[in-house]
């Protein structure tokens, strides 16, 4: 039995959660998310609560049984205190600013890079290093947060580029010089 797909899912007040054939919907006071389950498993739903169980003891059920649950406690999660994504730029002369739905980064190209952010995401910068990506949907938090790291990811000689706030960087020493 998966540990994590056991423990029930607690609905807070204000949220309303909707289950019809493979599609679960949730609303809640930051907005409304759906997905479609997958076939293996089965939700139940009480009042304050919901459990997933699994419909039979094949590998697929198995495997989708507690990533089920996580993905349905992260819609729950999103759409009553929402998600966010700090970033960090390193480097002379680097730096970020939102404008609108768009974010403007350079980042020692020959050109600005402008970035369009998806619908449903919020970006904020501070001090023009530090970014903060913020929204309902973990998942798109999380991919336009690797999308903007990948347009420069910190290099391990000198540090610069953007890496997560909280991430280590693991650096090498340079080149020595003959003597």
Request: no cysteine; charged share 30%; net charge positive.
């Amino acid at each position: 039995m998966s540990r994590i797909g056991k423990l029930p899912i607690e609905i807070p007040s204000g949220v309303k959660v909707s289950y019809k054939d493979t599609v679960i919907d949730v609303q809640g006071p930051k907005g409304t998310l759906s997905r479609v389950l997958m076939d293996g498993v089965a939700v139940e739903m009480s009042d304050k609560s919901i459990h997933v169980t699994r419909k039979d003891e094949s590998k697929n059920s198995r495997s989708a049984h507690g990533l089920t649950r996580t993905l349905i406690n992260n819609m729950v999660t999103g759409v009553t205190k929402g998600f966010e994504k700090g970033l960090e730029i390193t480097g002379v002369g680097y730096r970020a600013e939102a404008k609108g739905e768009t974010l403007n980064l350079s980042l020692g190209y020959s050109h600005p890079i402008n970035f369009l952010l998806p619908e449903g995401v919020a970006v904020e910068v501070e001090k023009m290093t530090k970014i903060f990506v913020r929204g309902i949907d973990k998942e798109l938090i999380g991919q336009t947060a690797a999308k903007i790291r990948s347009f420069r990811p910190p290099e391990p000689y000198k540090g610069k580029g953007i890496k997560y706030v909280g991430e280590s960087i693991l650096r090498k020493a340079g080149k020595t010089g003959k003597k």
